[in-house]
């Protein structure tokens, strides 16, 4: 919504019926959208969203990395299954989404990649090693890319959140001890992260304001 709202046509993509939803109510504020569906997991999907995309709008100028899952188990206990499911969504699809639409930018000259992280890339969190191993990672990855992309004026950044006021995050706060150790770290906003702000910042980052940044990790995390 953050970016139809600053005159950007938007590809949603998701599972089930979310992104047809979203896009209807992004119709419905004024934008131009498509809704596309696929497991980022799988390699032939992540180049068939960027082609669908350009197909349908001519060209490619913003990507948003922001699919994830997680899986939750003590590290000792872990599947096998369970690492690879997280890795291909988190890590690999982020790659690929990179690699598949940064070679339109390159034909255009410009572009702009904006990664979402976790402040996990930097605390590294517990129970959940996948998780934390890819967005660490993804971090590592930015920086990578960033300096690949930057003489074809392409930039590539990442957004980290703490936790934020979804419905997940709403749910988490009903552990009284997980609550609590929000409130104390994220004093800012005196618990949850908006997730507007989340928006905003990636938005800041997808504009002109923030044409000589690129590489970064920014943390929107309530302190």
């Known amino acids: 919504m953050a970016l139809a709202q600053a005159g950007a046509n938007v590809a949603v993509h998701g599972s089930g019926t979310a992104p047809k939803a979203t896009q209807h109510k992004l119709e419905g504020a004024g934008a131009?959208?498509?809704a596309l569906v696929g497991d980022v997991g799988l390699p032939e999907v992540c180049a068939r969203l960027v082609e669908e995309t350009v197909r349908h709008f001519g060209a490619i100028d913003i990507l948003v990395?922001?699919?994830?899952?997680?899986?939750r188990a003590p590290a000792a206990e872990y599947s096998e299954e369970d690492w690879l499911a997280v890795i291909d969504v988190n890590l690999s699809s982020v790659f690929r989404l990179m690699q598949h639409a940064g070679r339109h930018m390159l034909?255009?000259?410009s572009g702009k990649i904006i990664n979402i992280a976790s402040l996990l890339t930097f605390q590294g969190g517990i129970l959940v090693p996948a998780y934390a191993a890819a967005k660490g990672a993804l971090a590592a990855m930015c920086r990578s890319m960033a300096a690949y992309y930057a003489p074809h004026r392409i930039g590539v950044n990442a957004v980290a959140p703490g936790m934020v006021r979804t419905p997940a995050g709403?749910?988490?706060?009903?552990d009284p001890k997980l609550a609590e150790i929000v409130r104390g770290r994220q004093q800012l906003t005196g618990g949850l992260v908006d997730v507007e702000d989340v928006a905003r910042t990636a938005l800041y980052l997808a504009g002109e304001a923030a044409g000589s940044i690129t590489g970064q990790t920014v943390n929107v995390d309530g302190g």
């Open 32 to 34: 131009k959208a498509i």
């Open 65 to 71: 990395n922001n699919a994830g899952i997680i899986r």
């Open 107 to 109: 034909k255009q000259g």
């Open 170 to 174: 709403q749910s988490a706060m009903d």
